[in-house]
């Protein structure tokens, strides 16, 4: 599956994706590592670490024996390098589809919210396949952009009804690897055994709309750097309608959540 990418899908701030989407996925990846059951002493390959959601949550509970890192963003790389300190961790600056790794040499390779974002997913996961060893694990996960990724949702929904000329952006129809069943083909085309994709749902809380809209002005995502190219007028005009159509509790908090498909396999076949 290729995508054919966007100029929006910049990720130029690590300090503005944590206050995005970062932290939320975070949360993804301290269930994500759990439901892998990888066994203690392992070597990860954290793909599109970003600034290192699951390198974090692996490290925290998977007892591994290393983690390498690696992204094609100098910004999001650096924030993870300074801030992770543990000796077991490495970061790289390489695309997902042409690792510095040798060939099966991880037990497991995982990504976070990256699959939907490279050029061509079939090779990135054959790379994956490639430096994991046979009996290892690949696995990933991406955010339900269509409906369960809640905070994202209403703001694409709020942007088309303001301008249909939006809809080409919204991520929810852009990237049709956020339905578990083309995440399960994507898994299956790659050779992969014994393929299973689950939900994971995460709690979004906002204080207020400020808390909530506020990492939608940091420019770095899809979203947020739709809001970028707008004039000013449109931005406080989409800043409105989400005002109005964000389920607010009488106190003005907003609890939203966020749903990611995980989806894991089994590496078959040693290659050559
Ligand atoms: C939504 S962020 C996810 C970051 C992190 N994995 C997380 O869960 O928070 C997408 C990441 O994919 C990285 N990325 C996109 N295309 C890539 C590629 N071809 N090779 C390596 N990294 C890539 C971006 O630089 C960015 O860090």
Redesign the pocket.
Known sequence: MTSPGSPL?R?ASGER?EAY??RW??AV?TTFVHWLEVPPGARWL??????G??TTAILELGSPAAVLG????PD?LARAAGTVHDARARFVL????HLPVDDGSVDAAV????LN???DTST?LAEAVRVTRRGGAVAAYVWDYAEGMELIRYFWDAAVALDPGAAQWDEGTRFPLCHPWALAGAFDRAGLAGVVVEPIVVPTAFHDLEEYWHPFLGGT?PAPAYVASLPEERVTALRDRLAERLPASPDGGIRLSARAWAVRGEVRHPRS
Request: hydrophobic content about 45%.
């Open positions: 899908d990720w994706y989407v970062g996925s975070r990846a954290d793909a599109g670490c970003g600034t959601a699951p690696a992204d094609t963003s999001l390489a695309d997902v589809a990504s976070g919210l990256v974002f490279v050029p990135a995502g």
